[in-house]
């Protein structure tokens, strides 16, 4: 794990109102996995802010967002130059290993995350690669997505399928999935193999404050920031976890 203060390179639009911003932090850049995530400090007397890294470009990282509140919208409005204090990588990523010959990766909303490096870990280990993402209408779809074939899915029908991405999705030997929890449990019902990012509230990010409480399926809880954020579908109690959730918020 790195602090650094990392200098912001730029910024991108990938849709209204969600941007990547690139960072430089070549400790983080060099040893992050897909998955993992970044807590980022922002000025005043705040909680720093966990990100998915979202690709990683030679010597920095990037994270895609929108803002919903004071943290997003001040890392939104950094221009090059500024500096953002950086702890990770954090948590446990995907942890792909060789032996599927296909995966397919899942995203709704800002669950495109941790899909780009999920991506580029899966071809490397020579998988083909389905990215299927969907969002409420083609307006809120990333513009930004990588793989062997690309499917959207828009709960309007106004680009691709027209419904959720999971219902959208082919079967796939290994299935990766991010998005609002409610998506993640229907991934659970259809796949549950699949490994998938879970999104909670955090405060310390490293597995101090017990913030971050993901309930288990086998009774207990784990540490999204520890253990997660990353777990098999079918071992999260999707009927518990929505309650203290407001998912609308990233969907
Ligand atoms: C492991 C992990 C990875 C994440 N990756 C990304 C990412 O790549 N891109 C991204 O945009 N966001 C990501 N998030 C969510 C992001 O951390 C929150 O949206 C952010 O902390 C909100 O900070 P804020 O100061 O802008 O909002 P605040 O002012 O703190 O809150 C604004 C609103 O957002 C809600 N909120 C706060 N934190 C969360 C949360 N964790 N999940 C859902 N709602 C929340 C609050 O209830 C409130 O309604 C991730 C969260 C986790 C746990
Ligand atoms: S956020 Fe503090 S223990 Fe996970």
Redesign the pocket.
């Known amino acids: 794990m790195f602090l650094l203060n990392a200098p912001i390179v730029a910024t991108r639009e990938v849709a209204p109102g969600m941007a990547v911003v690139s960072m430089e932090a070549p400790e983080i850049a060099a040893s992050v996995r897909a998955g993992q995530?970044v807590n980022l400090g922002?000025a005043g007397p705040?909680l720093r802010?966990?990100?998915?890294v979202?690709r990683v470009d030679g010597e920095s990282i990037e994270?895609?967002?929108?803002?919903?509140?004071?943290?997003?919208?001040e890392l939104l409005g950094m221009r090059p130059g500024d500096l953002v204090s950086c702890l990770g990588p954090l948590?446990r990523g995907f942890d792909l290993e060789a032996g599927p010959r296909s995966a397919v990766l899942v995203s709704g909303g800002?669950g495109v995350?941790?899909m780009p490096l999920a991506a580029r870990e899966a071809r490397a280990l020579g998988m083909r690669v389905t990215w299927v993402h969907g969002a409420r209408s083609a307006r809120e779809l990333c513009s930004e997505a990588e793989g062997e074939e690309v499917i959207f899915a828009t709960d309007d029908g106004s680009r691709g399928f027209a419904g959720t991405a999971v219902a959208a999705a082919p079967d796939g030997e290994l299935v990766l999935a991010c998005g609002p929890n409610r998506m993640l449990a229907a991934v659970a019902e259809r796949w549950p193999e699949a490994r998938v990012?879970?999104?909670?509230?955090?405060g310390c990010g490293t597995g101090v404050c017990l913030g971050?409480a993901v309930p288990l399926k086998a009774g207990g809880y784990d540490r999204?920031?520890k253990e997660?954020?990353v777990y098999r579908a079918a071992a999260v109690d999707w009927a518990s976890l929505p309650s203290h959730?407001?998912?609308a918020?990233?969907a």
Do not use: Q
């Not at 802010?49 to 998915?52: A, E, H, L, M, V």
């Not at 990012?197 to 955090?202: F, G, K, L, R, S």
């Open positions: 995530f922002i705040f802010r966990p990100f998915s979202y994270v895609v967002l929108k803002a919903v509140g004071v943290g997003t919208a948590g800002l995350a941790p990012a879970v999104e909670t509230y955090m971050c999204a920031c997660g954020p959730l407001p998912y918020v990233t």
